[in-house]
């Protein structure tokens, strides 16, 4: 049974700040892991996902995956206000593209 | 971008009673899956279905609960009859393929209060 820890709960941030966003996972055999962001009254939407340790990097967004901690995070760079939204960690097991969510951290973006 | 679209937005239903859940998944995908968030509580798998069958389900699935998409229209969710504790936001998604780095598709939820 896949346990999802994220920290912090929620985040308030200036604009162009770097935000820091955590997740720890329990079953080592996760394959992939994903990040989605969802705004307010909106569908959960896919950001980014890794699968090799290491770092990828799209655009202002890094996601960072060490798996040996059974750690991965998202870094966001030059914060706006548009990225304000609930970001939600879901690694992935099993065979059927089942995803495990974090409870999610709440980002506020202030202009 | 590709939509999954669920309808309606809010159901009420009275405890006992058959509810059902609609789920218009993206057009060519073939997988499809429902998740269930109780307030205050993060997304939990329920479901996942392919070509027709059952592939994997959460000990959150009832014997209660039934899932199919008849000849291709909407992926539904069923509930019969319905409990106290069904009362949540039910989510629905589809992907085109079953690799892990193929997106998943979610809807924007569909709220059942059971009263």
């Known amino acids: 049974q896949q346990n999802v820890q994220q920290s912090p709960e929620s985040l308030i941030v200036p604009e162009g700040a770097r935000t820091s966003l955590n997740c720890t996972f329990s079953?080592?055999?996760?394959?992939y892991f994903w990040w989605y962001r969802q705004h307010s009254g909106k569908a959960p939407k896919a950001l980014m996902?890794?699968?090799?340790?290491g770092e990828k990097e799209e655009g202002r967004f890094t996601i960072h995956l060490n798996k040996a901690s059974l750690h991965f995070s998202l870094h966001i760079r030059d914060s706006q206000p548009s990225d304000s939204a609930l970001y939600l960690c879901?690694?992935?097991?099993?065979?059927?593209?089942?995803?495990?969510f974090g409870a999610g951290t709440r980002l506020a973006v202030c202009p | 971008g590709p939509k999954v679209l669920q309808i309606p937005s809010h159901q009420i239903i009275d405890m006992g009673q058959m509810v059902t859940l609609n789920c218009d998944p993206v057009?060519?995908?073939?997988?499809f899956y429902w998740y269930k968030q109780i307030l205050g509580q993060q997304m939990e798998f329920l479901v996942n279905?392919?070509?027709?069958?059952?592939?994997?389900k959460s000990k959150l699935f009832k014997d209660q609960f039934s899932v199919e998409r008849p000849d291709g229209s909407y992926f539904t969710l069923k509930i019969q009859p319905t409990a106290l504790e069904d009362s949540a936001v039910y989510f629905c998604?589809?992907?085109?393929?079953?690799?892990?780095?193929?997106?998943?598709?979610f809807g924007k939820g569909t709220r059942l209060t059971v009263v």
């Open positions: 079953d080592s055999a996760s394959q």
């Open positions: 279905f392919y070509n027709g069958k059952v592939m994997e």
């Open positions: 057009s060519n995908h073939l997988y």
């Open positions: 996902s890794i699968f090799s340790n």
């Open positions: 998604a589809s992907s085109l393929e079953q690799g892990g780095n193929t997106e998943v598709f």
């Open positions: 879901a690694p992935l097991s099993g065979s059927f593209n089942k995803l495990t």
